[in-house]
T-cell receptor, first 111, second 117 residues
Framework: GDSVTQMEGPVTLSEEAFLTINCTYTATGYPSLFWYVQYPGEGLQLLLKATKADDKGSNKGFEATYRKETTSFHLEKGSVQVSDSAVYFCALKTSYDKVIFGPGTSLSVIP | DVKVTQSSRYLVKRTGEKVFLECVQDMDHENMFWYRQDPGLGLRLIYFSYDVKMKEKGDIPEGYSVSREKKERFSLILESASTNQTSMYLC????????????????FGEGSWLTVV
């Protein structure tokens, strides 16, 4: 069945460091891919998405490119801030409205 | 902005109690979902609903039921709460797009922390 794998962390970085959170997926058909972010004590918010191969989603300095050949959707940011500390979820959705989430990656950014 | 509101943020219930978790969305979305979130397991789908009075089981429906009497409201019911149902519960909603566009966004509420003692 469809699934999402991502590094679980926790990941701890210093402010202004480069961030990569790996995400790979298994899916039949042509899924859309998402990154959601969950700040402490809150629900999930959509961070970015890509709906077809080679699309790049971007938001708030974060980027991820839909790579069909490697079935990946890695999240990157060039310079993280303390305010980026959160849990990040990679997810996929096929043509039905069922969304499959990865286990989440906890990120802590220290000053 | 889409708003998904979960009425209770924090609840403590006793084993065997019947528990209701309420969720309301204000954007006339057809689809509504209930997930539970546990450390290391991510989000797991309990139930979802495509329309009023319609429901479908998700991946972990055992021990839960749902009710959707009005389009904007989707309730999760724990018939007899157990300690293994202690978790964070997240409600979500999305618009149905003809052809089921996989890119349409799902919007989440802030979550309900349930502790069963």
């Amino acid at each position: 069945g469809d699934s999402v794998t991502q590094m679980e962390g926790p990941v701890t970085l210093s402010e202004e460091a480069f961030l990569t959170i790996n995400c790979t997926y298994t899916a039949t058909g042509y899924p859309s891919l998402f990154w959601y972010v969950q700040y402490p004590g809150e629900g999930l918010q959509l961070l970015l998405k890509a709906t077809k191969a080679d699309d790049k989603g971007s938001n708030k300095g974060f980027e991820a490119t839909y790579r069909k050949e490697t079935t990946s959707f890695h999240l990157e940011k060039g310079s993280v801030q303390v305010s980026d500390s959160a849990v990040y979820f990679c997810a996929l959705k096929t043509s039905y409205d069922k969304v499959i989430f990865g286990p989440g990656t906890s990120l802590s950014v220290i000053p | 902005d889409v708003k998904v509101t979960q009425s209770s943020r924090y609840l403590v219930k006793r084993t065997g109690e019947k528990v209701f978790l309420e969720c309301v969305q204000d954007m006339d979305h057809e689809n509504m979902f209930w997930y539970r979130q546990d450390p290391g397991l991510g989000l797991r789908l309990i139930y979802f609903s495509y329309d009023v009075k319609m429901k479908e089981k998700g991946d972990i429906p055992e021990g839960y039921s749902v009710s959707r009497e009005k389009k904007e409201r989707f309730s999760l019911i724990l018939e007899s709460a157990s300690t293994n149902q202690t978790s964070m519960y997240l409600c979500a909603s999305s618009l149905v797009v003809w052809g089921q566009d996989p890119g349409n966004t799902i919007y989440f509420g802030e979550g309900s922390w349930l502790t069963v003692v």
